[in-house]
C-alpha cells in the first residue's frame, strides 16, 4: 500500500510562484521503484496530466501547457516529490494531485498511476 499526502496549495497572485510537496509513505513504496506525477483537475474540466518524473529522477516530462515555468523533482530518498510552479496564470488554477505509478518512467496517462493523493487546491488571482 502507498500513502500520498500533497500539501503546499493557496492563493497566489499571477506571476507568483509555488512549490508543492508530495509525501510518499508505504511499506510498497519503499520496497518499489515507482514513477511520479502531478496532475490536477480545474472545475467542470477533466484531470490532466502536468509533470512526471521517473523513479531515479533523471527523466522528466511536461505538459505543453507548463513547460518552461513547472519543474519536478525528487529529494535523494525519493519519499517526497516536488512541483515547482513560477510564473502562475490564472489558468493554473486547480486541484493538483500527486500520484505513483508502477511504470518506473513515470507516465502522461492517468490510468497508468496506482495511487493518488488527496490533493491541494491552488488558486491563482488575477
Known amino acids: 500500500q502507498v500513502q500520498l499526502v500533497e500539501s503546499g496549495g493557496r492563493l497566489v497572485q499571477a506571476g507568483g510562484s509555488l512549490r508543492l510537496s508530495c509525501a510518499a509513505s508505504?511499506?510498497?513504496?519503499?520496497?518499489?521503484?515507482?514513477?511520479m506525477g502531478w496532475f490536477r483537475q480545474a472545475p467542470g474540466k477533466e484531470r490532466e496530466f502536468v509533470a512526471a518524473d521517473s523513479w531515479s529522477g533523471g527523466s522528466t516530462i511536461y505538459a505543453d501547457s507548463v513547460k518552461g515555468r513547472f519543474t519536478i523533482s525528487r529529494d535523494n530518498a525519493k519519499t517526497t516529490v516536488y512541483l515547482q510552479m513560477n510564473s502562475l496564470k490564472p489558468g493554473d488554477t486547480a486541484v493538483y494531485y500527486c500520484a505513483a505509478s508502477p511504470n518506473p518512467y513515470g507516465s502522461t496517462g492517468p490510468s497508468d498511476y496506482a495511487y493518488w493523493g488527496q490533493g491541494t487546491q491552488v488558486t491563482v488571482s488575477s
Open positions: 508505504g511499506r510498497t513504496f519503499s520496497r518499489s521503484r515507482y514513477g
